[in-house]
């Protein structure tokens, strides 16, 4: 898997069913190509770290004082918590140890060992 398929907020695009039933276009998928206008894109979160050329929010030096992401990953739906953890593993441990672990998952988010 890439580093194209960790989406800005610590989704991993990669594992989840939506995706991989191309029901969901994905975070980030398209964008490089041009094949997708950021422009146009909801998402204030990925305009704002795609736009910066991050990989995701894990690379903001700003992610502590940024309500954006703050306010998504303290939203109510347990998913938000799981997307934050992602954040934050990514942080202390990197992409190749994140994506180790999420390639076993089966869906956007899950365990950590
Ligand atoms: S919520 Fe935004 S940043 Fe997170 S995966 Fe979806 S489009 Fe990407
Ligand atoms: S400012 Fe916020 S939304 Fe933008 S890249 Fe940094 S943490 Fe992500």
Same mark, same amino acid.
């Given at each position: 898997?890439?580093?194209? +398929?960790?989406?800005?907020?610590?989704?991993?695009?990669?594992?989840?069913? +939506?995706?991989? +039933?191309?029901?969901?276009?994905?975070?980030?998928?398209?964008?490089?190509?041009?094949?997708?206008?950021? /422009?146009?894109?909801?998402?204030?979160?990925?305009?704002?770290?795609?736009?910066?050329?991050?990989? /995701?929010?894990?690379?903001?030096?700003?992610?502590?004082?940024?309500?954006?992401?703050?306010?998504?990953? /303290?939203?109510?739906?347990?998913?938000?918590?799981?997307?934050?953890?992602?954040? +934050?593993?990514?942080?202390?441990?990197?992409?190749?140890?994140?994506?180790?672990?999420?390639?076993?998952?089966?869906?956007?988010?899950?365990?950590?060992?």
């Amino acid at each position: 898997m890439t580093l194209t +398929e960790i989406g800005c907020c610590g989704a991993y695009c990669a594992t989840c069913k +939506e995706w991989k +039933e191309r029901t969901c276009k994905g975070c980030k998928m398209g964008y490089d190509t041009g094949e997708r206008d950021l /422009s146009r894109a909801k998402c204030k979160i990925k305009v704002c770290c795609i736009g910066k050329g991050f990989v /995701s929010c894990a690379d903001c030096p700003d992610i502590q004082k940024c309500q954006v992401i703050n306010d998504f990953h /303290s939203k109510k739906s347990y998913k938000y918590g799981k997307y934050k953890q992602a954040i +934050e593993f990514i942080k202390q441990n990197g992409y190749d140890e994140f994506m180790k672990i999420a390639d076993t998952w089966t869906n956007a988010y899950g365990k950590y060992k």
